[in-house]
């Protein structure tokens, strides 16, 4: 079964440093999303992406981070100038269409950790 | 607006008894619910979907869960519990006028005792 899958698994960096997160959605699927989970949170939209354009993003998604979807294949979620704050696991997700009925499929997800 | 509480945080079941996890909503307009699931050190797996077709919802791995719109709630059960079935369960839900993103609830820590 097609799967998304994001690299890498784990990401440790310095705070003030930028990170780029990476994943590759279903090959067939139009929208993609990035989730985030700080630990013991719930899990919490960041931001849609559909047609090379921003859908919808939530207030956590702000001027620090960007997506990108660089080639055919790979999209990326980037923070500038990383934070305490956004040490959390990085979920990416993908659906064939943006229906609200369609279901989205995960990766296993980026564990940042920001010293 | 949309949110969605999970009643209890972790719950201990005996292998082969009844799971029963609890889902309770608040939507505006029509949902459209879903469960999933997250093994450790694993994304989150689709279980199963609500999408106003049917009020009861077969999923994989024996799950199942009743829309019940009165409450309003999207309990998730499983008649036999596997010790193959300890994980972390999600109930999310989306609906048309909240957008593209699904919503959260904290999560249910399955744990399955022998």
């Known amino acids: 079964e097609p799967e998304v899958t994001q690299t890498p698994s784990h990401q440790v960096t310095q705070m003030g440093q930028e990170v780029i997160l990476r994943c590759v959605p279903i090959?067939?699927?139009?929208?993609f999303y990035w989730y985030r989970q700080i630990l013991g949170q719930k899990v919490e939209f960041l931001v849609s992406?559909?047609?090379?354009?921003?859908?919808?993003k939530s207030e956590i998604f702000d001027d620090q981070f960007s997506v990108e979807r660089p080639d055919g294949s790979n999209f990326t979620l980037k923070i500038r100038s990383t934070k305490l704050e956004d040490s959390a696991m990085y979920f990416c997700?993908?659906?064939?269409?943006?229906?609200?009925?369609?279901?989205?499929?995960f990766g296993d997800g980026t564990r940042l950790s920001i010293l | 607006a949309q949110s969605v509480t999970q009643l209890g945080s972790h719950v201990s079941v005996s292998e082969g008894a009844l799971v029963l996890l609890r889902c309770n909503y608040s939507?505006?307009?029509?949902?459209?619910l879903f469960w999933y699931v997250q093994y450790p050190n694993q994304g989150l797996q689709l279980l199963l979907k609500y999408t106003s077709a049917a009020t009861l919802v077969k999923g994989i791995n024996g799950f199942e869960a009743e829309f019940k719109k009165s409450e309003p709630s999207f309990h998730l059960t499983k008649p036999s519990a596997h010790m193959s079935d300890a994980a972390e369960y999600f109930c999310a839900v989306r609906s048309k006028a909240a957008g593209n993103k699904l919503t959260f609830g904290g999560g249910t820590r399955v744990l399955v005792k022998p």
């Open positions: 992406f559909y047609n090379n354009e921003i859908s919808e």
């Open positions: 939507s505006s307009v029509p949902p459209y």
């Open positions: 090959s067939n699927h139009l929208y």
């Open positions: 997700a993908s659906s064939e269409e943006g229906q609200a009925n369609q279901p989205q499929h």
